[in-house]
Nanobody, 119 residues
Framework: QVQLVESGGGLVQAGGSLRLSCAAS????????MAWFRQAPGKEREFVARISWYAGSTIYADSVRGRFTISRDNAKNTGYLQMNSLKPEDTAVYYC????????????WGQGTQVTVSS
């Protein structure tokens, strides 16, 4: 059974930084992709960033490009989201997701971790 477990969320002041981790178990990901999504109260879930497990190529939402960095450690089967210059509008529950293919829906989701940015 594949599990994704996020950690690293918390409360931070605007301008601060947080690093989220997403540890995968039950399957070794050496292909496909891992992504981060977020959902703020009263809003739909939105895409944040994606990285391919093999090549490490990345894609970012316009709202986070230049501030957030997605990465992965294949040896640890873990993905990361480094968040810098945080803004109050970044406040949301952050979810990691993974898929074994380079296209299609994400098959696996974590439980989410809360990120709160105070002004």
């Amino acid at each position: 059974q594949v599990q994704l477990v996020e950690s690293g969320g918390g409360l931070v002041q605007a301008g601060g930084s947080l690093r989220l981790s997403c540890a995968a178990s039950g399957r070794t990901f050496n292909s496909g992709a891992m992504a981060w999504f977020r959902q703020a109260p009263g809003k739909e879930r939105e895409f944040v960033a994606r990285i391919s497990w093999y090549a490490g190529s990345t894609i970012y939402a316009d709202s986070v490009r230049g501030r957030f960095t997605i990465s992965r450690d294949n040896a640890k089967n873990t993905g990361y989201l480094q968040m810098n210059s945080l803004k109050p509008e970044d406040t949301a529950v952050y979810y990691c997701a993974a898929r074994p293919l380079s296209y299609g829906n994400y098959d696996y989701w974590g439980q989410g971790t809360q990120v709160t940015v105070s002004s």
